[in-house]
Nanobody, 124 residues
Framework: QVQPVESGGGLVQAGGSLRLSCAVSARTFSIYSMGWFRQAPGKEREFVAGISRGGGTTGYVDSVKGRFTISRDNVKNTVYLQMNSLKPEDTAVYYC?????????????????WGQGTQVTVSS
């Protein structure tokens, strides 16, 4: 059973930072590439960042490039999303997801396992 569990969300002022964590219960976490997605009220879920199973390849949606950093620790079975210079438009529920592939994809339907989400609210 593979179960991602997100944490670290909260309320922050614009310009502030948050670090999201996603702990994954899996015997072999290192076989999964990971993605972070977000969904704002009334909007579709969108890809935010992804990381390959080994951590050597990462990617971001244009709107967060230079502000967000995805990383992973395959010993701790955890993936992180460091979010700096937050903007009100970053407000959303953030989800992490896992798929047993070398490299992440940006399509949510290709991920097999999802966490319950963590709320991030950025005030202006």
């Amino acid at each position: 059973q593979v179960q991602p569990v997100e944490s670290g969300g909260g309320l922050v002022q614009a310009g502030g930072s948050l670090r999201l964590s996603c702990a994954v219960s899996a015997r072999t976490f290192s076989i999964y590439s990971m993605g972070w997605f977000r969904q704002a009220p009334g909007k579709e879920r969108e890809f935010v960042a992804g990381i390959s199973r080994g951590g050597g390849t990462t990617g971001y949606v244009d709107s967060v490039k230079g502000r967000f950093t995805i990383s992973r620790d395959n010993v701790k079975n955890t993936v992180y999303l460091q979010m700096n210079s937050l903007k009100p438009e970053d407000t959303a529920v953030y989800y992490c997801a896992a798929q047993p592939r070398d490299f992440y994809t940006i399509r949510s339907r290709e991920y097999d396992y999802w966490g319950q989400g963590t709320q991030v609210t950025v005030s202006s």
